[in-house]
């Protein structure tokens, strides 16, 4: 099945910062969504992005499809981002959801 | 807008032990998702309905998960005999049409943890 590898494993910034966030996929995909896990575990829809760039507040996703990686960017961060981010792909539009094993981001005040 | 409703939120039960989890999606929500999330682990599909009829079950264990979702709407996720490896996150999703990829909404899940 498909592969997806999340970049870095780990991060941690000061408030304020700003980070990007890679996910690698072995695959052709037709759906890649981006989500955040918040700290008590409740899993938020952050893109539908399964190419072209799209923008919301501060943050910021760009998927090139040819090049099987898509990007998070997070812009001025705050503690309330913290969390783990996943990146989810799927190589038809219908078909399952393969997450990766997510980056767990921490910003400190 | 109501999200996706689970419950339990959390469960603790013996090993050979059956426990069920109900899950109630988004209104209008054709598509539902069951999925299993270890500790440390991203999400892993165990089963996906399209209204009440299954696309995908091929990560389920069938030998002690099975699942329904009888009326299309509401869902419930059994796990008997219960064994120690599967204490994990039991997370419900649903999506509009799930057949062309919409956005996925997930509910804050139920803990479950197999002594």
């Known amino acids: 099945g498909i592969q997806v590898e999340q970049s870095p494993p780990d991060l941690i910034l000061q408030e304020g910062a700003n980070s990007t966030l890679r996910c690698n996929f072995s695959?052709?995909?037709?759906?890649l969504q981006w989500f955040h896990q918040n700290p008590w575990g409740q899993l938020i829809n952050l893109f539908y992005?399964?190419?072209g760039t799209k923008q919301n507040g501060r943050l910021s996703a760009t998927t090139v499809a040819t090049e099987r990686y898509s990007l998070l960017y997070i812009s001025s961060s705050q503690t309330t981002d913290s969390g783990v981010y996943f990146c989810?792909?799927?190589?038809?539009?219908?078909?399952?959801?393969?997450f990766g094993e997510g980056t767990q981001l921490t910003v400190n005040p | 807008e109501a999200g996706v409703a689970q419950s339990p939120r959390y469960k603790i039960i013996e090993k050979r032990q059956s426990v069920a989890f109900w899950c109630n999606p988004i209104?209008?929500?054709?598509?539902l998702y069951w999925y299993q999330q270890i500790l440390g682990q991203g999400p892993k599909l165990l089963i996906q309905?399209?209204?009440?009829?299954?696309?995908?079950d091929s990560q389920l264990p069938k030998d002690r998960f099975s699942a329904e979702r009888l009326k299309g709407v509401d869902s419930t996720l059994k796990i008997q005999p219960a064994k120690l490896e599967d204490s994990a996150v039991y997370l419900c999703?649903?999506?509009?049409?799930?057949?062309?990829?919409?956005?996925?909404?997930f509910g804050e899940g139920s803990w479950l943890t197999v002594v």
């Open positions: 209104s209008g929500h054709a598509t």
């Open positions: 695959d052709s995909v037709n759906n």
């Open positions: 992005i399964p190419s």
């Open positions: 989810a792909v799927g190589e038809t539009s219908g078909s399952r959801l393969t």
């Open positions: 309905f399209q209204n009440n009829g299954v696309v995908d």
């Open positions: 999703a649903s999506s509009l049409d799930g057949v062309s990829g919409n956005t996925i909404y």
